[in-house]
């Protein structure tokens, strides 16, 4: 039995006095297509960042393995660490390119992890990983503004280009904070769309924080809603009723469902 | 309307008065009990020797172009300098800066090497060339060095302080391809401080093309020992044509360097 994509076991974050995560239990296997809800504070960013070590846990019992490998023990990021994020993707909310750099640089960078690090220091990208990146703007869409600095673009266009960053990369699972969250909502649509495709066609892993339940709904099989840091429902989109998520959004139920109205619900 | 009492407008907190008066204050005392020691009251000589100074100043106003070509040749020597010291302050500064900013490097590296930056920028060129003259004998060479550690110094500081000033959130993004600590800087933080790294670097070759002036009083070559060797002479004519020399090329630098940032950035 291959191992899981990844998996938390009784994970816990505390900021200060707050309690981001608080003994966080998940599991998700390869091929899978989750949606992490929550309101906002809810610890559905802490937790994704925690997987690939963005952020340290708590020391103790809490354990985080991504591939079977371990990534954080008792508080402390392993040696895997970087051969683990090599192999994930990450799409941030604020896309996180580096502005002053062309889409296509920013979408080489993907290949850091995977080549010799004087080539990767010196910008001599090997030829194969050019044509790699070139393929998958193209795929997404935006290889006409390949040579065009990031800042410039528009923010689905960059969003995009992230997503090929993480093509490039060769990642096998995906995990998305909020990529949808500062998009209008065609260019939100289309973000989604890819990584379904990228589930769907690629057979990826893919991971998505989501502020809008209905995006949440309509993309995912898989719901998992967090609540003040803890895991207060997971199962089937289907499953999740309008008593449920009152109860886990509360006041802010309204904004968290706003979409609905206009989009259709599916 | 209604009868409620209006408030009253926003004062400012008694220990933010209290500062201002305490800076403003402290200032306003320090320069009355500087007007001694710096001789402010020999002011009015300005008007009474006021015979003195056109007689200075009717050198200067026949400037002497006799060795002309000689000081242009100087003033070149002394951008050569310039440059030099300025190249290998930039050398000197990118991984002090580096290693000077808190967001990169950790508190036992950074700490030390801000020391470091304070003690290159503080000790003055001067001395510094002196030490340099002393080792290698007179001569731009020195003039070099002396640039290159002082400005290196500086340069460190300003370079650090913009790295500490980087968005963190493309760094992240590179750091979460699983790439290393090196790969993180040269892709995620170096392209956001260039355009800034070069301003400076530019500014400080400008003002460097100057401070190279002022280290020929020290034998280091250059358009300066020219110029001290004229003042000492009381021949004005020639100073003030070695002065026109220096105006035109600290202008026309900063003209080029003007140029140049607009294209980098």
Known sequence: ?266 | MTDLPIPAPPTRPLAQRLTDLLVWGGLIVFLLASFGPVEMSKTPLLFTKADNISLFGRGFLHPDFGQGWRYVGQMFLTVQIALWGTALAVAIAIPLGLAGARNIAPPWIQQPVRWLMNILRSVPDLVVGTVFVVAVGLGPFAGVMALALNTGGVLGKLFSEAVEAVDPRPVEGVRAVGANRLHEIVWGVIPQVGPLWTSYALYRFESNSRSATVLGLIGAGGIGQVLFESINAFAYGQTAAIVIVIVVAVTLIDLLSQTLRQRLL
């Open chain 1, 1 to 266: 039995m291959p191992a899981a994509a990844f998996e938390t076991r009784d994970v816990t974050k505390t900021y200060g006095q707050r309690r981001a995560l608080d003994g966080v239990s998940l599991k998700v296997e390869p091929g899978e297509m989750v949606a992490l809800i929550g309101p906002s504070g809810s610890g559905k960013s802490t937790l994704l960042r925690a997987i690939t070590a963005l952020v340290e846990i708590d020391p103790g019992k809490g354990r985080i393995e991504v591939f079977g490998l371990p990534v954080q023990v008792d508080g402390r990021s392993t040696e895997h660490v970087r051969g683990v994020r090599a192999r994930v993707g990450f799409i941030f909310q604020q896309f996180n390119l580096v502005g002053r750099l062309t889409l296509y640089s920013n979408v080489m960078i993907g290949a850091l992890g995977r080549i010799p690090a004087w080539r990767g220091l010196l910008g001599a990208w090997p030829k194969k990983e050019q044509t790699t990146a070139m393929q998958a703007l193209q795929r997404l869409g935006v290889s006409d503004y390949a040579g065009q600095r990031a800042a410039t673009l528009s923010g689905g266009q960059q969003q995009r280009g992230a997503i090929a960053r993480t093509l490039v990369q060769g990642a096998e699972t995906i995990l998305a904070d909020e990529p949808v969250a500062s998009l209008d909502p065609v260019s939100a649509r289309r973000v989604m769309e890819a990584l379904q495709e990228l589930n769907k066609k690629d057979g990826l892993t893919v991971v998505v924080t989501l502020h809008h339940v209905d995006y949440a709904l309509k993309y995912c099989r898989r719901v998992v809603a967090l609540q003040a840091g803890k895991v207060v429902y997971d199962g089937p989109a289907a499953g999740l009723d309008h008593k449920l998520l009152i109860d886990i959004y509360g006041p802010e139920f309204d904004d968290a469902l706003e979409a609905k109205t206009n989009a259709k619900f599916h």
